[in-house]
């Protein structure tokens, strides 16, 4: 079996490149959209402003900025061999923007009464990371 194969035999996990200067810049304390404004690419920052927005009450600001991280995601995804489907680790530092968007769209879709996007959200986000959906939800 090759080493990273799954036990199942399945697609191996994807691995997003890091990219330490939004993570860096949002534990220092920049805003998050500065973040966003300077790194557009980074899943972390959409997710950050998602949390902050969905924290503050503005759960339909938070949906917009999950989705835009969710679809940053995806196409980072699919530059790194992801084919739609198999693990994103929540181990690998560089994939939680990605998960915590994922994850942060199915709370804002539940919200705003989306309850098929939630549920597909939230198994997405199983299939993706189990250790991400414990973690995050």
């Not at 939004?22 to 972390?44: D, H, I, K, N």
């Not at 959409?46 to 991280?69: C, H, I, K, N, P």
Request: a negative charge; one cysteine or more; charged letters at 25%.
């Amino acid at each position: 079996m090759a080493i990273h194969e799954n036990l199942l035999g399945g697609p191996p996990p994807t691995h997003l490149p890091d990219d330490p200067e939004p993570r860096r810049l949002l534990a220092s304390g920049t805003a998050p959209a500065e973040v966003a404004a300077e790194y557009p690419t980074s899943c972390l920052a959409w997710a950050q402003l998602a949390d902050d927005a969905f924290e503050a009450g503005r759960t339909v600001e938070s949906y917009a900025y999950a989705r835009t991280g969710y679809h940053r995601g995806l196409d980072a995804l699919r530059r790194s061999g992801w084919k739609g489907h198999g693990p994103v680790p929540f181990e690998h530092e560089p994939n939680r923007g990605f998960l915590r968007a994922l994850h942060a769209l199915a709370r804002a879709a539940q919200a705003i009464g989306e309850q098929d996007e939630y549920e597909r959200c939230t198994q997405f986000l199983k299939d993706s990371s189990p250790t991400a959906a414990s973690t995050l939800g």
